[in-house]
């Protein structure tokens, strides 16, 4: 690992865990040995971050020197804490964590009353576990070509279960109630198609990129389905996910 990134580790890894946090856990979290750990917290403390504590005692980030300060109202730290702890429900783990990760930077930068006020929030989300179907293709790499704006080829089983192989350019990700689904514009059909993820059955990367277009096209795609952006990708008459195939 990169030197860089593993310090970026151990500042999120400070952040995040609730202090004092041992040697050892911090470690764990950044996959080093524990003689390198105590090399990078003394690496960070010469780059200015304000660390307490010792080896067999525990670590206190008590001074971030790479978030500036922030502020925010009671009811916009309960709007975000809430917001962050959905994305449990969503059953992507990796998002899940990136939003904790996410938050803990914003906490560090919090007054010490408001970061009291966010690890004691009132709000919270809640629903009845869901049996979600799980993705056999890589979600992250449906991400990056949503961000990179390049195509993919997949091999896709609709809900009739034909099977059939075509290059899409992927428009974005929805979590529905009962799975992921992708907006995207087909080159085989030449037009939008609305895909169940964990349908996907293969997927690699494809051969055009629709660089900058990705904008317009979602534009496209929501004024095809006659609904608003929030709702995009899913059928106002009766509820169910649009077209396949």
């Given at each position: ?27 764990a ?5 524990p ?12 780059g ?107 091999r896709y ?72 952006p929030a ?15």
């Amino acid at each position: 690992m990169a030197r860089q990134d593993r310090l970026m580790r151990l500042m999120d890894a400070l952040r995040r865990i609730p202090a004092p946090v041992t040697a050892a856990r911090l470690a764990a979290e950044t996959e080093v040995s524990p003689r390198q750990l105590y090399r990078d917290i003394a690496t960070l403390r010469a780059g200015g971050a304000l660390i307490d504590g010792a080896a067999g005692v525990g670590y206190t980030l008590t001074e971030d020197p790479v978030l500036p300060p922030q502020s925010f109202t009671r009811l916009e730290i309960e709007a975000l804490m809430l917001g962050i702890s959905s994305l449990d429900h969503l059953g992507d783990p990796a998002l899940a964590r990136a939003g904790r990760d996410a938050m803990a930077r914003i906490v560090a930068t919090l007054p010490d009353r408001q970061a009291r006020q966010a690890m004691h929030t009132v709000l919270r989300s809640w629903r009845p576990s869901e049996q979600r179907p799980a993705p056999s293709v890589d979600v992250d790499a449906l991400y990056r070509a949503c961000w990179d704006e390049v195509g993919v080829r997949i091999r896709y089983r609709d809900q009739s279960e034909r099977v059939t192989e075509r290059e899409i350019w992927p428009l974005g990700l929805s979590f529905a109630p009962d799975t992921l689904t992708l907006a995207a514009f087909c080159l085989k059909r030449q037009d939008y198609r609305v895909f169940h993820v964990p349908r996907i059955e293969a997927m690699q990367e494809g051969t055009t990129s629709f660089r900058p277009r990705r904008v317009a096209l979602l534009r496209g795609f929501v004024v095809s389905r006659g609904t608003p952006p929030a709702t995009a990708g899913r059928d106002p008459a009766d509820g169910r996910t649009g077209a396949e195939g």
